[in-house]
């Protein structure tokens, strides 16, 4: 198999034993949908997609998810959501992990101090995502990242920025 085989198996849940779960997916927007292009489950945990944050996070905090994945790109929303889901019995203790380009970075440390854990860097442009070229590493860092918070090394894992 190569790199692209074993990324689409791997977020499609397909080499992996089953784990019940959701995996909440907030921000949606266009590269938001072409980065999670054919991902359906992750070793049995279910994506959900939402488009806004903050207008999604009651949904999302009643879903009890396993994970939330937050578009950094959302903005304000993204903050007001982080705060949300900090504030929910359901959501408090449950890894939140950022996305976005390289050019929101600085944003970054702030929204780990609001709540966030992680941040996986989008290292390809806009232009490229919606071309459907395959976004391997971000794919690749994700699956990582989902791997430890299955495996329960994830709350030992605290990045610096």
């Given amino acids: 198999m190569n790199d692209e085989e074993i990324a689409i ?8 034993k ?3 779960g959701i995996i909440a997916v907030s921000g949606a927007s266009d590269i938001a949908s072409a980065l999670f292009k054919g991902a359906t489950n992750y070793k049995g945990m279910v994506f959900q997609f ?18 939330i994945i937050l ?11 982080i705060r949300k889901f900090r504030f929910a019995k359901a959501t408090k203790k449950c890894p939140i992990i950022l996305f976005g380009p ?26 490229e995502v919606l071309a459907y070229l395959q976004p391997l590493d971000f794919r690749n860092v994700l699956a990582r ?5 299955i ?11």
């Fill in 145 to 149: 990242k989902l791997d430890m918070v």
């Fill in 102 to 127: 390289k050019s929101v970075r600085h944003d970054v440390s702030g929204l780990i101090r609001e709540g966030a854990n992680d941040f996986v860097e989008v290292k390809f442009s806009q232009a």
């Fill in 18 to 20: 089953s784990v019940d």
């Fill in 50 to 67: 939402f488009d806004d944050p903050e207008m999604s996070a009651d949904k999302i905090v009643e879903l009890n998810p396993k994970v």
């Fill in 9 to 16: 198996e791997k977020l499609s849940g397909k080499l992996s």
């Fill in 71 to 81: 578009n950094i790109e959302s903005g304000p929303a993204t903050i007001a959501a």
């Fill in 151 to 161: 495996d329960g090394e994830y709350e030992d894992f605290i990045p610096k920025f």
